[in-house]
């Protein structure tokens, strides 16, 4: 079946370290989503990529970098300049970059920073 | 004020209860979403809908794109409904999404 495969679930890191994030999809979709998720929060736009080897910036980008090497990957980095990281993650992605045909999410990635 | 506002934030409810979640959006979408999240923070796709009416088994999604109003509508509720309910709007100017704050739901056996 498609979708969209986050790993892993949780993941802890230290204070200073760098960790990253994986999203797969064998959807074939072209647009791919990052969101971060806080605690009474709606979730908020990390990075979005539209095509390959293109990639924007969202509405809370600091801290965090991305790339777009292969369509069905859209990993996410979250940096030791990331001053709150612990958060919940979701990727998503959908077939245009208009979104109109609806969004696919993957499950998540619950980060703790420790 | 967000542009998306879901209520109630919390709500309890006992086994077998009819329950109602509803999102109201302040901008123009092109459709609507509804997930639900577990302890955990797994989160499941529901419902896309940008007019009418839908139903999955026991639940039942609503749109008015006039009014700028959802619904989502659990018969029968039981315990494994508990979870936090969120809606998202595509939203017409840009495309991408909008989210509510999520309605933490409670059903007691």
């Known amino acids: 079946d498609g979708g969209i495969t986050q790993s892993p679930k949780y993941l802890f890191r230290k204070e200073g370290q760098n960790v990253t994030l994986s999203c797969e999809q064998n959807?074939?979709?072209?647009?791919m989503y990052w969101y971060r998720q806080d605690p009474g929060q709606g979730l908020r736009l990390i990075y979005y990529?539209?095509?390959?080897?293109?990639?924007q910036k969202g509405d809370i980008a600091e801290g965090y970098s991305v790339s777009r090497e292969k369509k069905e990957s859209f990993p996410l980095t979250v940096t030791s300049a990331q001053k709150n990281p612990t958060a919940f993650y979701l990727c998503?992605?959908?077939?245009?970059?208009?979104?109109?045909?609806?969004?696919?999410f993957g499950s998540g990635t619950r980060l703790t920073v420790v | 004020k967000n542009e998306v506002e879901q209520s109630p934030q919390n709500l309890t409810a006992q086994e077998g209860e009819f329950i109602t979640i509803n999102c109201s959006y302040s901008?123009?979408?092109?459709?609507l979403h509804w997930l639900q999240q577990h302890p955990g923070g797994g989160i499941v796709s529901l419902f896309m809908?940008?007019?009418?009416?839908k139903k999955h088994g026991r639940l039942i999604a609503t749109i008015n794109i006039q009014e700028k109003h959802s619904s989502l509508h659990i018969t029968a509720s039981h315990p494994r409904d508990s979870a936090v309910y969120i809606c998202a709007g595509n939203m017409d100017s840009n495309y991408q999404l909008i989210w509510g704050a999520g309605t933490k739901l409670i059903i007691k056996p």
């Open positions: 809908l940008s007019s009418g009416k």
């Open positions: 901008v123009g979408i092109s459709a």
């Open positions: 959807l074939n979709h072209d647009a």
């Open positions: 998503a992605s959908s077939p245009q970059p208009t979104g109109g045909f609806g969004y696919t």
């Open positions: 990529s539209q095509i390959v080897n293109d990639f």
